[in-house]
């Protein structure tokens, strides 16, 4: 099972990014699959999920500003973060929260300036 981010990098306050997270080694369509973030000196925190039914939830903090996505013939899960803030500095983390198991990729920075 790997789940690989891109799409991270410096940018620069108000500016935009779209992450994306790869998946393979699992039936990717089975799972849902969500984004978390975390903060030098901070704990991991969620950003946003979208279930299996459809459903989607966003952090307070990112609502109106992020948008989840996934495209289950690519077995590929997005992020578009748009009016980026310097408090967004963090590595992302994609995640897939599967029945009995969870996978989670190796993360990716996003620094905002």
């Known amino acids: 099972v790997q789940l690989v981010e891109s799409g991270g990098g410096l940018v620069q306050a108000g500016g935009s990014l779209k992450l994306s997270c790869v998946a393979t080694g699992y039936s990717f369509g089975s799972c849902g699959m969500g984004w978390y973030r975390q903060a030098p000196g901070k704990a991991r925190e969620l950003v946003s999920l979208?279930?299996?039914?459809?459903?989607?939830t966003y952090a307070d903090s990112v609502k109106g500003r992020g948008t989840i996505s996934r495209d289950n013939a690519k077995t590929t899960l997005y992020l578009q973060m748009n009016n980026l803030k310097n408090e967004d500095t963090a590595v992302y983390y994609c995640?897939?929260?599967?029945?009995?198991?969870?996978?989670w990729g190796q993360g990716t920075q996003v620094t905002v300036s």
């Open positions: 995640a897939a929260s599967c029945r009995y198991v969870e996978y």
């Open positions: 979208i279930r299996l039914d459809g459903t989607i």
